[in-house]
Every structure is written in structure tokens, then in C-alpha cells.
């Protein structure tokens, strides 16, 4: 082990010299279908840098009542973003209905946030762990797509969606923005 660390190649990832960096980069950008990766240090901070790019402060994000991202992490997406979360009902395998997507989804109107991304989590932590399909992902994609909105999903455990599914990893994270 210790060898290995001593023969290791770094650079300075910030320039983008650090070639271990640089492949895992490339590798989960090409695994996920994305343009590009970025490795940060923990699954909260991949969803927070996420969010954080696809809205400006005042915006507002929807996002399951169960969402690991409401739950766990701390308020980060309002405490570093001064993002507005919307929560609607989690449905026991972990979707949001689509009718109540649509109808969170804020007019365009000086008196609300408007509404910027909506957030799902693949496989759901809290909703019993169950898998969302390529289908729904599709389906929440193309209605956020109607309407001018990106989607973004937590992939924390999205090898284990695509397991239980038996289909491609990449065939869950094309239909959404960003995944984590």
C-alpha cells in the first residue's frame, strides 16, 4: 500500500494536472452520460455544488418530503444558496406523483421564487429503498422540460437502482441534468 502511494502520479488538480483525478473524472462523466465530472468529498457536497448550479439565490428547488437532500443535509441548498425547498409527498417506492410536481411548479410571478430544478433520489433512503424507473425518470425529465426546469438526482445509490432494475446506469442518469 505504501508503495503505491509513494509511486502514485498528482498534480495539481486545480489545473487540472492530477491525472488520477482527471480519469475518475472522465470516468463517471462517460459512465453517467454527463459532459463532465467533478469529484468532491462527500454525497451532501455533490448535491449542494449541484443544486447551487442550477439555481440562483431566491429560486426554489422541489424535492420530496423523505429527500435525503431535506432531511440530512442540514439546510444547506438555504443556508449556502439562499435556495427555497418545496416539499411535496413522497410516495411510499420513493416517487413524486406527477400532478404534484405540476402542481408546485410556481407561476411565473413577482410574489414567488421561481421554480428552477426538481430534485429526485435514486434509490430512495427513507421510501423503502425501492428503485425508480428509467420510465418515471423520463416522465419527471420531460414534464420539468415543459415547463423550462432541470432535474436533478441524487444517485447515491444508483448502481443499486440499475442492479435491481438490470439495466445500464447510464439509462437512469440521461433523462436528468445532474446526478450525484
Known amino acids: 500500500m505504501l508503495d503505491a502511494i509513494a509511486s502514485a502520479h498528482l498534480g495539481d488538480d486545480v489545473f487540472q494536472e492530477d491525472p488520477t483525478i482527471n480519469k475518475l473524472e472522465s470516468l463517471a462523466a462517460e459512465t453517467m452520460g454527463k459532459e463532465a465530472g467533478l469529484l468532491v468529498p462527500s454525497g451532501t457536497m455533490a448535491n449542494l455544488t449541484s443544486v447551487l448550479s442550477h ?27 439562499g435556495i427555497h425547498s418545496r416539499q411535496i409527498s413522497n410516495q411510499p417506492d420513493g416517487t413524486l406523483k406527477l400532478e404534484d410536481i405540476e402542481g408546485a411548479i410556481r407561476q ?11 430534485c429526485l433520489e435514486n434509490t430512495h433512503n427513507r421510501c423503502s429503498g425501492m428503485p425508480l424507473t428509467v420510465e418515471y425518470t423520463k416522465n419527471v425529465a420531460e414534464l420539468a422540460g415543459d415547463h423550462g426546469i432541470s432535474v436533478h438526482l441524487d444517485g447515491a445509490r444508483i448502481f443499486n437502482a440499475a442492479t435491481a432494475l438490470d439495466v445500464n446506469v447510464r439509462e437512469l442518469s440521461e433523462p436528468v441534468d445532474s446526478v450525484s
Open 108 to 118: 411565473d410571478n413577482v410574489h414567488f421564487p421561481p421554480t428552477r430544478l426538481i
Open 55 to 81: 439555481c440562483d439565490r431566491g429560486s426554489e428547488v422541489i424535492l420530496g418530503d423523505q429527500a435525503h437532500t431535506f432531511m440530512y443535509e442540514a439546510g444547506g441548498i438555504s443556508a449556502f444558496g
